[in-house]
């Protein structure tokens, strides 16, 4: 059991490392996810994981975003699973929609705009979770 520990720790610090490369803010602790998610302002979270879809899919289509014309004005991510109090204090800001991760969520002045749910990720290509941001970005950080 103590090696197959070791193994995950080394999975989340990449994914985590990945995040962080991208240029995403890593919100660790409650108080972090109050900072970043109620400024005004407009902010791209991303809900990672250590499941498939989130490294093959979402984290790609993450990085890829950052290169977009139209930008949040902040890009910041949660570790689900890992930084459990962050992630349950990031989801409170996601009325209406159940835990999901991986997933996105645009949160602006506070309140969410759209999500990018698992069973949006999942089975899809990069590219088509790039188009439902990129049309996000067009719609709410103008």
Avoid: W
Wanted: hydrophobic content about 40%; some cysteine.
């Amino acid at each position: 059991m103590q090696q197959f520990n070791f193994y995950m720790n080394d999975v989340v610090q990449g994914a985590r490392d990945e995040m962080v490369t991208a240029g995403y803010m890593q919100l660790e602790t409650p108080e972090a996810v109050d900072e970043a998610l109620s400024k005004a302002g407009t902010t791209l979270v991303m809900i990672n994981s250590v499941c498939g879809c989130a490294g093959g899919i979402a984290r790609p289509a993450a990085a890829y975003m950052k290169n977009y014309e139209v930008q949040p004005d902040r890009f910041a991510t949660v570790f689900a699973g890992q930084d459990k109090e962050a992630t349950a204090r990031a989801r409170e800001y996601f009325k209406g929609y159940g835990p999901s991760s991986p997933s996105f969520a645009l949160v602006k002045d506070g309140e969410v705009q759209m999500m990018v749910e698992r069973h949006e990720i999942e089975g899809h290509e990069p590219i088509q979770v790039v188009q439902k941001l990129e049309k996000a970005f067009d719609t709410y950080c103008k």
